[in-house]
């Protein structure tokens, strides 16, 4: 396959940046959409000039490092795809045509500022993580596993949330960058287990407000975080989430 890429080049977080075009030949249809980058970034090395800096870790869709903005679609998700949604590292080339043009944003978040072309600091949801998506747990042996029993239903429930892998699709999909999404399906993957129930009240409101303090927006129901999500995280973890916060501010 041939293809042109325009692709955000930013030298830093306080540089101005724009769309650089390339041209990417020999592009096989099982490459990954970051093996392609990998083959534009060793051309790019061969001709002296600086390779496109973008994220990646597992290569496998479970540690969320890897999100660009696709099309204008986060990951190039669109919700519609009948092969469901996925990460950047597990969309594959075969998803596009030979001669098409494909534009390569980062994620586009105050919360989240470019660190150069498509790396964002995403450290914001490291500090949601730390205000409360964590249990208590108390020194000694392990419990038994069966001391604690969890409902099926909840149960199921916890570990939908649980996939969530905080790639930030969410956000960059969300005319608002709000982060709920996010926060929602941390809140119902420990809110649902009885380990989860000690802190149940302060996560909620803690991740509440430090989502706000880092400058993320409302969600206003638009749902189309729900739609980008490469996890399928269900939109009614929001509504969870806050029900929780009513609760916790009436406790
Ligand atoms: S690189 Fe880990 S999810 Fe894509």
């Known amino acids: 396959m041939k293809l042109t890429v325009k692709i955000w080049r930013q030298d830093g977080p306080a540089a101005p940046g724009k769309l650089v075009t390339y041209e990417v030949d020999d592009i096989s249809e099982d490459m990954s959409f970051l093996e392609m980058l990998d083959v534009l970034n060793e051309n790019l090395n061969d001709n002296g000039e600086e390779p496109v800096a973008f994220d990646s870790d597992c290569r496998e869709g479970i540690c969320g490092m890897c999100g660009v903005v696709i099309n204008g679609r986060p990951h190039g998700n669109t919700g519609e795809d009948k092969h469901g949604n996925t990460t950047t590292c597990q969309l594959h080339m075969r998803s596009f045509n030979d001669g098409d043009t494909i534009t390569i944003e980062p994620?586009?978040?105050?919360?989240?500022?470019?660190?150069?072309?498509?790396?964002?600091?995403?450290?914001?949801?490291?500090?949601?993580?730390a205000s409360?998506?964590?249990?208590?747990?108390?020194?000694?042996?392990?419990?038994?596993?069966?001391?604690?029993?969890?409902?099926?239903?909840?149960?199921?429930?916890?570990?939908?949330a649980a996939a969530c892998i905080g790639c930030g699709a969410c956000v960059a999909a969300c005319p608002n960058a709000a982060?709920?999404?996010?926060?929602?399906?941390?809140?119902?993957?420990?809110?649902?287990?009885p380990q989860g129930q000690p802190e149940r009240w302060i996560r909620v409101k803690a991740m509440v407000a430090q989502h706000d303090g880092e400058g993320f927006g409302g969600c206003t129901n638009i749902g189309e975080c729900s739609a980008a999500c490469p996890k399928d995280i269900p939109l009614d973890v929001i509504s969870t989430l806050n029900k929780d916060l009513r609760r916790a501010m009436v406790h």
């Open 107 to 129: 994620w586009r978040a105050h919360a989240f500022p470019v660190i150069r072309d498509l790396v964002v600091d995403r450290t914001a949801f490291d500090r949601i993580i």
């Open 132 to 160: 409360g998506g964590f249990i208590s747990v108390n020194t000694g042996a392990a419990p038994e596993a069966h001391a604690a029993p969890v409902e099926k239903k909840k149960a199921d429930r916890s570990f939908e």
């Open 179 to 193: 982060g709920m999404l996010f926060v929602g399906a941390k809140v119902v993957h420990l809110g649902e287990l």
